[in-house]
């Protein structure tokens, strides 16, 4: 039998990690590197500080550790903060992670209560709280951005509710419809965006810990407790807990409905920048957005380049790649934690950040704030009214007003659409719209067409017509500009 390999004094120096005793060799570099976190994960900090805070008090009223420890811990812990919040504190890859550091310093200030913190406790819940409590706190800073971004949408439409535009199906002229109404659609979909972001929020809001490395532990905790210092309550004010320990370490579903719920918002934004994109081209000339947000071409002088759309849309991939990374690092692991969660972070932290900047930028850049420190004049989206309506006109968008004005005199709605199929093509071979055709003529095509036939093939008439709940009539679009005012206060 060998004799047991000993570390030298300099070797367990070297390694200074928190399971010295078992192991016989140090860590190469390049594996320390591979296998460390904590320059990414030191941003779980603050969440990691208030986890233990609450862990501690529960420790100390359950008689675990004492009063003294606590304070200490307390004391300790405030240090620590107040050296990261000043960028003093010294992060070690040695260390690993974000834990492993505060829990190192912490014992260098305050010795053996330190040591004691982890009392029933092991990284696997505690990681999967930090995320947790970070991650409800960036939902909470992203449902207010969702917010600004509809506000503004909704300043454009109220100013645009009677500017007609063509409405496209196939990116072909379909109907006329207001611009406002247009914007509004996009507000809808913010308004489920924020949805989706409160229901998030309700399954992230529960707690792991308690659940230690994954069978529970056998000091009697108050979980119920913890969850209430952590405000992880329902709103019945009831302390939500993870009830299965395995889960609760290895459960990362909130993480990915989020970035679910990230990438969808991001496929609307993505849908608006395609639309602004295209709009403000020479080919539409639709609208302008002001300068700030474009960028000119270093080759091509009268180049204006709708940079911010662009990069939005792009973005939009990396952040739907996000969603691919999580649930795919999900799908071959056993139950309970393994280190393949650590991957979880930088998807997810850069999920958030490609978010709220993207929000952000896009509630300036639709509603326009202006800044009079930097002199800007213009202010959001700029709409070339003219240019929205020759394009109308173009492609005989009131079609359908005229085959519904033959229903209402009596046509069967199939005879009707053939009979205007047949004035939209002599329409086309004189190079006209369907309004500057002669009455005679129309009348050629079915003799119980009247004078009154125009009022229905004018841009507005056909606009006003549609006056349902939903449709694109002004009067409905200014209810539905009150109703969202209402709503987002
Ligand atoms: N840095 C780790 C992570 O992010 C913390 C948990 C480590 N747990 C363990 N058993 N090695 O997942």
């Known amino acids: 039998m060998q004799a047991p390999q000993i570390m030298s004094k300099n070797q367990l120096d070297q390694k200074s990690q928190a ?42 009223a359950q008689h675990i550790i004492s009063q003294q420890d606590h304070e200490a811990i307390q004391k300790g812990l405030a240090t620590v903060k107040a050296e990261i919040d000043a960028g003093k504190f010294d992060w070690k890859l040695d260390l690993e992670d974000v834990h492993l550091n505060i829990e190192a310093r912490l014992t260098q200030l305050v010795g053996d209560a330190g040591k004691r913190l982890h009392t029933g406790r092991s990284r696997n819940d505690q990681v999967a709280t930090d995320i947790r409590l970070w991650l409800r706190s960036e939902i909470d800073l992203i449902v207010p951005l969702l917010a600004d971004l509809q506000r503004a949408l ?50 992230t809001n529960r707690l792991p810990l308690g659940a230690a490395a994954l069978a529970g532990t056998s000091y009697p905790l108050d979980r119920e407790r913890v969850a209430r210092t952590l405000g992880m309550v ?29 990438s969808l918002c991001m496929v609307h934004i993505s849908r608006l920048s395609e639309e602004l994109i295209l709009w ?17 071409s270093s080759i091509m002088p009268q180049k204006k380049n709708p940079d911010v759309p662009e990069l939005a849309r792009g973005k939009t991939g990396r952040v739907v790649g996000h969603l691919m990374g999580l649930i795919t690092l999900m799908k071959g692991q056993p139950l309970a934690y393994n280190k393949d969660n650590q991957e979880d972070k930088e998807p997810l932290f850069d999920t958030v950040d490609t978010l709220k900047d ?31 309506e020759a394009a109308t006109l173009k492609g005989y968008a009131t079609a359908t007003d005229l085959a519904d004005y033959l229903v209402k005199k009596g046509l069967p709605f199939r005879d009707a659409h053939e009979t205007v199929a047949h004035a939209v093509k002599a329409a086309q071979s004189h190079n006209v719209d369907l309004s500057e055709l ?31 709940l939903g449709g694109t009539a002004p009067d409905q679009v200014r209810a539905q500009i009150a109703r969202h005012k209402a709503r987002l206060g």
């Open 280 to 296: 403000m081209s020479q080919s539409f000339g639709f609208i302008r957005i002001a300068d700030r947000f474009t960028t000119g």
């Open 154 to 203: 909704v300043a454009v439409a109220e100013k645009n509710a009677d500017v007609i535009l063509p409405g496209f199906t196939h990116l072909q002229v379909a109907q006329p419809v207001s611009f406002g109404h247009h914007m509004l659609a996009y507000v809808e979909m913010f308004a489920r965006d924020a949805e989706r972001m409160a229901d998030v929020r309700k399954r």
């Open 19 to 60: 399971w010295s005793a078992l192991f016989s060799e140090p860590m190469s570099d390049l594996v320390k590197r591979y296998t460390a976190s904590v320059f990414f994960d030191k941003r779980l900090a603050d969440a990691d500080i208030a986890g233990s805070l609450a862990h501690a008090d529960m420790l100390a």
């Open 234 to 262: 329902d709103e019945a004010g009831n302390a939500q807990v993870c009830q299965n320990s395995l889960d609760a370490v290895s459960d990362r579903d909130f993480a990915i409905e989020f970035t679910a719920a990230a």
């Open 438 to 468: 002669p009455l005679k003529v129309l009348q050629g095509f079915n003799a119980s067409i009247e004078k009154d036939v125009f009022d229905c093939l004018s841009l507005r008439g056909s606009l006003n017509a549609r006056n349902i």
């Open 358 to 388: 993207t929000l952000r930028i896009f509630s300036e850049m639709v509603g326009g704030q202006l800044g009079s420190a930097t002199g800007q004049k213009e202010g959001g989206i700029t709409v070339n009214v003219p240019a929205m």
